[in-house]
């Protein structure tokens, strides 16, 4: 079975924490070996952190995402500190900046001020940090090569930057992590883009429960039993079957067998991971045997840092 690394997920997330159990095991079986799951705000560390103790695959990421940081308490800072002190295997994550229509309702200046403290300290400490970037790749280029380079790494994760960009951010110790977001690319622009990416730094993720791939034909994804999303005909692809036991594309209405017969906000399941890789080795003109090697290995040599969960491949 391939090994693959999900290097930016949120099984956390309230949406499916109650059934992150089953989700792991069903990921594990898939062949999903670690699980990189970031915290957003000082409302759910707690929760990355208690995960990550009661699974080994699971390897914690405590950051402030930038929709969350008018939420943020006066002593933000100090608790950031006091977490990745106390679990010496946390990377730094979910960071970044964001000017979509989600990100301008937080004031940008203070995204910046936020952004800059955790990258810091992400330095400081010699630990990788997941960084979210939606419509500021210059300004995040600008501000990463006053702070950097990074040689413990730098992960932009659900990457749609540009190809041009990728040299530049490459230079300051960045890897590139790719989601079912990338679907959403024109193919065209997404290949020149990957294909622009040195091998060595090509990392899978699903960013779940967000992100559900874009697929032809359903009987691949992965669904959650308690996702409401869900149209009935599809629920029996859950948590106690796998994507070949049945074909939901027999029971949908003619031509709604690929991802259109699902609501946008149906969930993601971890095990889609398996979607990304198919997806991106075809773009790449891989074999998916490779891609998953090529990613695990890339993975696993960013997060195989001092005190990590993750072993070095040497």
């Known amino acids: 079975m391939m090994k693959l690394f999900d ?14 159990p089953q989700l792991i095991k069903t990921a594990l079986d898939t062949g999903v070996v670690h699980f990189a799951v ?22 914690p990421c405590f950051g402030l995402h930038p929709w969350f940081v008018a939420d943020r308490t006066d002593s933000w800072l100090y608790s950031l500190k006091d977490f990745l002190r106390a679990t010496p295997s946390a990377a730094v994550g979910e960071i970044g900046l ?25 330095k400081e400490l010699k630990r990788p940090a997941s ?14 090569k006053a702070i950097g380079p990074f040689p413990a790494g730098v992960i932009l994760h659900s990457y749609l930057g540009s190809a041009e960009m990728v040299p530049e951010f490459t230079k300051l110790g960045a890897y590139f992590s790719f989601s079912g ?13 990957l294909k622009a990416v040195p091998s060595e730094r090509i990392l899978l993720e699903t960013d779940a429960p967000d992100a559900l791939p874009k697929v032809h034909n359903l009987d691949t994804l992965f669904f959650i039993d308690t996702d409401p999303s869900v149209p009935e005909e599809l ?23 690929d991802s ?11 095990a889609n991971i398996l979607n990304i890789l198919t997806y991106v080795a075809s773009l790449l003109e891989l074999s998916e045997e490779e891609l998953a090697e090529l990613s695990y290995r890339n993975a696993v040599r960013l997060f195989s840092y001092a005190d990590s969960k993750v072993p070095s491949q040497g």
């Not at 970031?38 to 929760?47: A, R, Y």
């Not at 964001?98 to 403290?117: A, M, Y």
Request: charged share 30%; net charge neutral; aromatic share 6%.
């Open 131 to 144: 960084i979210h970037c939606v419509r500021a790749f210059g300004d995040l280029l600008q501000i990463m």
């Open 235 to 257: 629920r029996v692809r859950g948590e106690n079957s796998t994507p070949s036991d049945v074909s939901p594309s027999e029971r949908l209405s003619p031509g709604a067998s």
């Open 7 to 20: 290097a930016h997920c949120h099984l956390q997330d309230p949406r499916i924490f109650k059934v992150a």
């Open 181 to 193: 977001f990338l679907m959403s690319m024109k193919e065209n622009k997404a290949k020149k883009m």
């Open 260 to 270: 259109s017969a699902v609501p946008k906000e149906t969930l993601n399941h971890p």
């Open 38 to 59: 970031n915290g957003i705000s000082e409302k759910d560390w707690h929760l990355v952190k208690e995960m990550s103790d009661d699974y080994p695959s699971i390897v």
């Open 98 to 122: 964001d000017k979509s229509f989600q990100g301008r309702k937080t004031d940008f200046k203070d995204q910046v001020e936020i952004f800059r403290q955790q990258l810091e300290l992400a």
